[in-house]
Every structure is written in C-alpha cells, then in structure tokens.
C-alpha cells in the first residue's frame, strides 16, 4: 500500500500535525450547526454515508451513530490506520484507502457524502466531482464544506494571507456544477490559549500566524462556513 494515494492533493495541516488537527477539530462548531443544516437537506438515518477525506476519522462515531453504514475514504496511508483504530468497534464503519479522484467504491454505492475541508475547494476538483456522480445512488445528496472567506474574523485572515484567492469566483463554479449554498455563522473555542496558538500555525504561514495571534486575544474567534450541496 502505498504511504500517499496516487493523484492525492496535500493536505499539510492534518498530514504532518495530526495530534494538533485533532484540537482543531475539537474547537470547531461546538454546535454542531454543520450537521444540523445537512439534516435539514438530507438525513443519514439508515443511508450508507461516505466521509470523503476523512483523516483520522473524527467524525465517523458521529455519523455511525445515525447511518446504517459509514465508509471513510482518505488518501494518507497513516490516517488511514489512526481511523481504524479509532473505529475498531464500530461493527457499521469500514475505512479505506484512496482518493477523491478515485474512490475506491463500485457506481452507485451511497447515500450521502460529505467533504470537510478536503479535497472539493472549487476550481480544479472536476475529476472528484465525476467521482461523485458516479458512487452517488439516484436521490442522495453530496455535501461539501468550505471557508466562507467573504465574512468572519478567520475569513478576514484567510484573505489576508491568500489575495489572490477569489472567493466570487469559487461560488461561481459551484453554482455552475449544480450546488446550492447555505451559509453557517458558527465560532472555534478552545480551552486553553496554547491550543489556539497551535492551531493557527498549521493553517498559516509563519509570517501570517504570528501576525494573527499578536492581534487576537481570547479563545475563540467567529468562522463563517459555505455548506454546498447538491442532489443526484
């Protein structure tokens, strides 16, 4: 097997910091907000659900607890095995290797997918959106979750740090592939001020990173999410 799906996009954050992506993903939508809103669109009680870069499988749980069955499928060879473990007694979670340009899954195999911060970030995600059109069965839905950088003190960040992305331009082409948007005003909140520091410096460069945190006091800061979506 080997260590990185071939075609596989890098996700630095999460590959190279995992134990820090771990208190990232505890911070994040203590709410659950996200989960609410793909309710409303489509439920997961008994569906096959794909969690499509899944990492070391944080969510699974969460969503085994619904679904009659959940596939993780991630790229990294060494999240794969932290899922697993993760997972190990959930008779309904099955974890896989692979890539959203390639998903390891014969047509027409679930219900529900969901992609957080993973792969799907607009223009050049073409061949996983024909992935998508083919594990997808008739009336499932995917979801796919994504920084609204238009809004929010994390979105003010973002740009800041990235201006020559263009957030119009990413709406414009999800709109093109038939998704809808919702947009989600939810907050990361830590418990301690070192864990908000760690974070912040995985998902920003050095320069940027200590620039933000010499300027934002506190634990917690508002993030402004786009939940797409869209019916197959």
Do not use: K
């Not at 260590?3 to 910091?17: F, L």
């Not at 992609?115 to 594990?135: K, S």
């Not at 709406?171 to 005003?185: L, P, T, Y």
């Amino acid at each position: 097997m080997a260590r990185i799906s071939a075609g596989a996009v890098p996700s630095p954050n999460i590959w190279n910091w995992p134990a820090v992506y771990e208190i990232e993903n505890a911070a994040a939508d203590h709410e659950q907000l996200i989960e609410q809103a793909m309710g409303r669109v489509r439920p997961w009680d008994d569906a096959t659900f794909l969690d499509l870069g899944c990492g070391t499988g944080y969510h699974l749980p969460r969503w085994a607890s619904r679904a009659a069955q959940v596939i993780g499928v991630e790229p990294h060879r060494d999240l794969v095995a932290l899922a697993r473990r993760r997972c190990r007694r959930l008779a309904n979670v099955s974890v896989l290797q692979g890539a959203a340009q390639a998903i390891p899954l014969p047509d027409a195999a679930v219900d529900v997918v969901h992609a957080r911060w993973a792969y799907f970030f607009g223009p050049g995600c073409e061949p996983g959106l024909r992935e998508l059109e083919r594990v997808v069965r008739h009336g499932g839905v995917a979801f796919v979750i994504d920084n609204d950088a238009t809004r929010s003190t994390f979105g003010g960040w973002f740009r800041a740090a990235r201006p020559e992305y263009d957030p119009s331009g990413v709406e414009r082409f999800w709109s093109r592939h038939g998704f809808h948007r919702e947009a989600i005003d939810t907050c990361w909140r830590f418990r301690r001020r070192s864990e908000l520091d760690s974070v912040i410096r995985i998902e920003f460069a050095a320069d940027d990173a200590e620039r933000i945190l010499d300027a934002h006091d506190g634990l917690e800061f508002d993030y402004a999410i786009n939940l797409w979506w869209r019916s197959y």
